[in-house]
């Protein structure tokens, strides 16, 4: 059964960068199958997709935060990585990772990580 | 972007009702819609896809119906295990995909 794991700083500073790693577990991050994305929910607040990656390191951001957002894939670890760079007080929420089908019509997000809470705070 | 907008955003119901989400599209999506189904303090958990296609697991009271702009999300007989929030995604314009805002359906 395939699993998603999010790991990384539940604190970060303002104007620094949010790291985040999702690790894949009971499946791998190689599939050609899949793309596996990150997305995001201010507390009380609805959810927000930020961007995916494929495999080979192909990616697709969110317009809005594209200039701030790098998503990187580690196939050796079968890990998937988010940065946010200048982080605000807006970007407090907590982050899910989520693997997400390649075929066209077939773009739903399944299964999901638990989620990790981030909070922007000096 | 294609905006995607729910309704009602939250409201009561009492077990065994039956109940219906809104969620209408800026633009027509045919039917490239899934509704998630998230509980307080956990992920989201996919309920359908392709607008109407039940994922695997998932009880027979839900079912989903429409297509183009307007879509719903109805649960026959709502079950105590059922109050949750509600989100609707689209995924006609990937791979920019959308969210609704969300409803909550609370306990009368």
């Known amino acids: 059964q395939l699993q998603l794991q999010e790991s990384g700083p539940g604190l970060v500073k303002p104007s620094e960068t949010l790291s985040l790693t999702c690790t894949v577990s009971?499946?791998?991050?190689?599939?050609?199958?899949?793309?596996w994305g990150w997305i995001r929910q201010p507390p009380g607040k609805g959810l927000e997709w930020i961007g995916s990656?494929?495999?080979?390191?192909?990616?697709y951001y969110n317009p809005s935060l594209k200039s701030r957002v790098t998503i990187s894939v580690d196939t050796s670890k079968n890990q998937f990585s988010l940065k946010l760079s200048s982080v605000t007080a807006a970007d407090t929420a907590v982050y899910y990772c989520?693997?997400?089908?390649?075929?066209?019509?077939?773009?739903?997000?399944?299964?999901w990580g638990q989620g990790t809470l981030v909070t922007v705070s000096s | 972007a294609i905006r995607m907008t729910q309704s009602p955003s939250s409201f009561s119901a009492s077990t065994g009702d039956r109940v219906t989400i809104t969620c209408r599209a800026s633009?027509?999506?045919?039917?490239?819609l899934a509704w998630y189904q998230q509980k307080p303090g956990k992920a989201p958990k996919l309920l359908i896809y392709?607008?109407?296609t039940l994922q695997s697991g998932v009880p027979s009271r839900f079912s989903g119906s429409g297509s183009g702009t307007d879509f719903t999300l109805t649960i026959s007989c709502l079950q105590s295990e059922d109050f949750a929030t509600y989100y609707c995604?689209?995924?006609?314009?990937?791979?920019?995909?959308?969210f609704g805002g969300g409803t909550k359906v609370e306990i009368k």
């Open positions: 989520a693997r997400l089908p390649t075929l066209e019509q077939y773009n739903w997000f399944d299964p």
């Open positions: 009971g499946g791998s991050i190689s599939s050609s199958s899949y793309y």
């Open positions: 990656i494929y495999y080979s390191g192909s990616t």
């Open positions: 633009q027509g999506i045919s039917s490239y």
């Open positions: 392709a607008a109407s």
């Open positions: 995604q689209q995924y006609y314009s990937y791979p920019a995909l959308t």
